[in-house]
């Protein structure tokens, strides 16, 4: 294998193109669940893969517990420097758990603290809280609710706050907290993976943005609704705004406004392959696919190669 067995680790840059060409050409549906699946494979992959290389790295190391054949030669070909990559895996592999295990659980307290702070609140898919600071979110859960401030809806005509309303619902309808939390613990396994935690973040506002336009029957009316609220909007006190799907605190609010002022995407998933947008989409597509198998072959690879050197002494 050689340097190859390096591939999961480098190939999540490529992140980059794709999550432009996707968020630019695609649906923001379709762009949302396409970068969430590449990112989840990509760090999964990645992960898995410097984990395999700490353990042959590691494996010739003297004095550890690792079984004696998974420091033989041919296990050692398989990865280029292996006493160096080794060392170097530990506290990286170390580093991503810690990571991803303070992002999953800081998510899950948050999530606590604001069911928590609303146990007072009457039972219903919206709660209106008396609060002068404007701001307004979707709080997942068994029973997802809309949560927004007196604040806020005074600053909206009655039309704005049904598309603040729906937009809300639309994330809760398409679980979008949970496609966020996916890109975000990718980021966090692998920082090359960051620009598709960006790409997924805006995406999923313009998903919700489009369904709340459908729904409300008004492009201009849910545009005018998201500029209103980026003026004004606060995060409101125990909630942390990457967590929770903001109407107007999260994604670039220009680019939405732009976009719902234009016509409204192709309901269809993917470009026709013969036009130059298509073209692209399809390439970034194809690129995508083969740095996951790439990633994904290096890694089962490693693993096939210490599964036999286990059985073989």
């Known amino acids: 294998m050689g340097v190859f067995v390096f591939l999961p680790l480098v190939l999540p840059f490529t ?46 190391l003297p004095g550890n517990p690792l079984p004696d054949s998974w420091s033989d030669p041919e296990v050692r070909e398989a990865v280029p420097y292996d006493e160096i990559a ?20 800081r998510h899950r307290r948050v999530r606590r603290r604001s069911e928590e702070a609303l146990g007072t609140a009457r039972p219903g898919p919206v709660v209106v809280l008396r609060d002068e600071a404007p701001y307004a979110y979707a709080l997942p ?7 927004a401030s007196t ?28 496609l966020l939390l996916t890109v975000q613990l990718a980021a966090r396994a692998n920082p090359f993976l960051g620009p598709l935690r960006t790409a997924v973040t805006y995406t ?25 609220a980026a003026l004004v909007s606060q995060v409101p006190r125990g909630v942390r705004a990457p967590l929770f799907a903001h109407f107007a605190a999260a994604g670039p609010v220009p680019r939405r406004v732009a976009a719902l002022l234009a016509p409204a995407p192709a309901g269809r998933g993917w470009p026709p ?41």
């Open 204 to 228: 999923a506002e313009r998903w919700a943005d489009e369904e709340a336009a459908a729904l409300v029957g008004s492009r201009k009316t849910v545009a005018r609704a998201i500029g209103k």
């Open 86 to 105: 080794g060392r170097l895996a530990i506290p990286a592999l170390f580093t991503v758990l810690v990571s991803c295990a303070s992002a999953a659980w």
């Open 141 to 147: 859960g068994r029973t997802g609710r809309v949560v």
């Open 273 to 313: 392959a013969f036009t130059t947008v298509g073209l692209a989409v399809w390439t970034a597509a194809g690129g995508a696919t083969v740095s996951a198998l790439s990633s994904a072959n290096a890694t089962v690879t490693l693993y096939f190669i210490l599964h036999a050197a286990t059985f073989s002494a």
């Open 15 to 60: 992140a980059w193109p794709i999550a432009r060409l996707a968020e630019q050409h695609l649906h923001p549906r379709t762009a949302t669940r396409l970068l969430t699946v590449i990112a989840a494979v990509l760090a999964c992959c990645s992960t898995l893969c410097l984990a395999l290389v700490m353990v042959v790295g590691t494996a010739q």
């Open 151 to 178: 604040g806020m809806l005074a600053t909206l005509t009655s039309r704005e706050r049904r598309a603040l309303f729906a937009h809300e619902r639309a994330h809760l309808a398409g679980r979008h907290h949970r």
